[in-house]
């Protein structure tokens, strides 16, 4: 999970947003809530889908037959607007890891795992095709483990997206290294194709491996088509299941329900995952509770007003109307002013002047520290986003102007003169999933994230290889844009310009990881682990889990609907809580300009109290107790 952008949306239809999920090759994926309590899983469409009438047409087809599937392994569609401006499809949120991250994590499943997969996912699908569709995208990332067995996402969807213009620009649909033959061939498809998709998830499920993956993606899609798997490394259980599950010919593949009949019933809940995979379960439980219970920021303030033009102001000769203009609009006719000199001395701002040697940042200082230093929380901690790559001219995108009132204390948006933007993001959680080492950057390994229509390029910390400073564009046609972003903004990192100059009393400069001693959190969970989930937010995980964020505040803003205030130590803050096993408070810590505020959020949950907001009040007080003051 992650905090939502600036330009997230704050509600879809009747769901409140909470935290950004995630991205795909159709839109933003939104963790939300519904009014009747349940956690839902929002994909927002991309503008560019939403106006190509060909994927609306299939989007709304698609949606249709998605409502009729039901079963106890699919995660059920909720709500759907297919006539909005912005199309959107909620789906029931299981808090669950994918499959994939268990792999990553936990290792190949045992045998009673991977038996017990094979006949819920044969139910699972059994129920899609029932409803005439075909998921054409079952991989281990479209798998989640719950505590009652797995649940299949986003089934009957990828067909959306064919003919339209995401497909235009020859992407693929589905993941190559699970496609059928048929798919990898671009040949006609029927439910077949999913149980071949499906033998190749067992047997990377059973060996932790992707049977076809190879180099490249023409070589894996070679491999589908083409190769036969070496099966020896299977247990005979499994193998006597995927063996006929990866025939060529999809009329000698087995059919769910034959599966089914073939593996027998299987034990009632709780499913037979390896203890690690219960232990994420659980994490991803709390961090659900974590992500209802504090509020996402409110979205920024709107601009001002535009002053007047000079035929606006009243009185006065035409030079007087121009004296009279506000700094704001003097700012304006200086960059139009810059922009023509840049036009007249040098020409258009184009990818050919930029790559002809005119791509250095504009007052760049020279470097003062090692690429090594400069990566460190502690310093990243110092550096204002939006002064990186400030007026820093780089390949492909141009000019990049930051964003006039950043609502982040750590991300800042980037228009460029070119078209398009930046978003650059420090010390946030590395997306690695997918991600692809593209060589090196002053040293630093450059990893990048596709996803269809997008790109994101992130280099690791040098103290915290679990955070990083990325580059991301949801929309570029490529990553040259993001890569050259960020190999511009780590030559910026080494200065000493980009650096806030923060009062005695900001809290933006500490590692909240230190904000609570192990005997206050021993006290309330007993034995726990510490993870920085960025550079202003921490986590405690023990019999329950604490977290500490310093978040952005908007002073003058209405409190939280449903929010209690409450008093501690001499601060006020409002607490809030709507269950039994949680509270979350928040209270402001120091003012930052005219529309931010330096706030404090404390995060308590734990299932066995009977009042969680003593024991956060209890925290909130360790933590203000650390907290620098004038």
């Known amino acids: 999970m992650r905090p939502l952008d600036p330009g997230d949306p704050r509600e879809v239809g009747r769901y409140r947003i909470l935290a950004a999920l995630g991205e795909g090759g159709m839109g933003r994926v939104l963790l939300a809530v519904g009014p009747d309590g349940r956690f839902a899983a929002v994909k927002h469409i991309f503008p560019t889908l939403a106006h190509d009438p060909v994927f609306r047409a299939r989007f709304r087809h698609e949606v249709s037959?998605?409502?009729?599937v039901s079963g106890a392994y699919t995660a059920p569609v909720l709500d759907a607007d297919t006539e909005s401006d912005t199309p959107w499809l909620a789906s029931?949120?299981?808090?669950?890891?994918?499959?994939?991250?268990?792999?990553?994590?936990a290792g190949p499943l045992d045998v009673a795992g991977v038996h017990y997969l094979a006949v819920t996912l044969a139910v699972a699908l059994t129920d899609i095709h029932r409803a005439g569709l075909i998921h054409r995208d079952l991989k281990p990332g479209n798998v989640l483990l719950a505590h009652d067995g797995p649940r299949v996402i986003d089934f009957?969807?990828?067909?959306?997206?064919?003919g339209s213009d995401l497909t235009a620009t020859n992407a693929l649909v589905g993941s190559p290294a699970f496609m059928s033959p048929e798919q990898a061939l671009g040949g006609d498809l029927t439910p077949a194709s999913d149980v071949f998709s499906l033998g190749s998830l067992l047997?990377?499920?059973?060996?932790g491996r992707r049977p076809f993956a190879g180099t490249s993606t023409p070589q894996t899609l070679y491999n589908v088509a083409h190769t036969t798997v070496d099966l020896s490394p299977l247990p005979p259980t499994v193998r006597e299941v995927v063996e006929p599950c990866l025939a060529k010919d999809p009329a000698l593949r087995p059919t769910p329900r034959q599966i089914v009949e073939h593996l027998g019933p299987v034990p009632p809940p709780p499913a037979p995952w390896p203890t690690a995979v219960?232990?994420?379960i659980t994490a991803q439980e709390r961090r659900l509770h974590a992500a209802a219970a504090v509020p996402p920021p409110p979205s920024p303030?709107?601009?001002p007003p535009s002053p007047p033009t000079p035929t606006e102001v009243p009185g006065g000769d035409r030079n007087l109307r121009v004296i009279g203009l506000t700094v704001g609009t003097s700012a304006v006719l200086t960059v139009v002013l810059v922009a023509v000199l840049l036009v007249v001395l040098g020409g258009e701002d184009t990818d050919s002047t930029a790559q002809e040697g005119n791509d250095e940042a504009t007052g760049t200082a020279s470097p003062t520290v090692s690429t090594e230093e400069a990566l460190?929380?502690?310093?990243?901690?110092?550096?204002?986003?939006c002064a990186v790559l400030a007026d820093t001219r780089v390949p492909s995108l141009g000019l990049l102007t930051p964003e006039e009132n950043p609502t982040f204390f750590h991300r800042c948006h980037y228009q460029s003169s070119g078209s398009g933007g930046i978003t650059l993001t420090i010390g946030e959680p590395l997306h690695d999933q997918g991600a692809r080492n593209a060589g090196t950057t002053d040293g630093r390994t450059v990893l990048l994230t596709h996803v269809t229509g997008g790109c994101e390029a992130s280099v690791q910390l040098s103290d915290d290889p679990r955070l990083a400073v990325s580059a991301s564009d949801p929309g570029a046609p490529s990553c040259k844009g993001p890569r050259a972003a960020l190999d511009a903004a780590l030559e910026r990192l080494r200065g000493d310009g980009i650096l806030r100059d923060l009062p005695a009393d900001s809290a933006l400069d500490i590692d909240p990881c230190?904000?609570?001693?192990e005997e206050v959190t021993r006290d309330l969970l007993g034995p726990t682990t510490t993870t920085a989930s960025g550079l202003h937010d921490c986590a405690w995980e023990g019999d329950g889990e604490v977290r500490v964020r310093i978040v952005p505040g908007f002073p003058g803003q209405p409190p939280e609907e449903g929010s209690e205030p409450v008093e501690f130590d001499g601060i006020v803050g409002h607490a809030v809580s709507d269950s039994e096993e949680y509270c979350s408070i928040t209270w402001p810590h120091r003012r930052v300009d005219d529309v931010r505020s330096e706030d404090v959020n404390v995060f308590y949950y734990h299932s066995g109290v009977d009042d969680p907001c003593v024991s956060a009040q209890q925290l909130a007080g360790a933590v203000a107790a650390n907290l620098p003051h004038r």
């Open 301 to 303: 303030p709107p601009p």
């Open 278 to 280: 219960g232990d994420l």
């Open 156 to 162: 009957g969807i990828a067909r959306a997206v064919e």
């Open 514 to 517: 230190l904000l609570l001693t």
């Open 92 to 105: 029931l949120y299981i808090p669950g890891p994918s499959l994939s991250d268990v792999l990553d994590v």
């Open 65 to 68: 037959a998605s409502r009729l």
């Open 376 to 385: 460190t929380t502690d310093r990243l901690r110092l550096v204002d986003p």
């Open 203 to 207: 047997f990377t499920a059973a060996t």
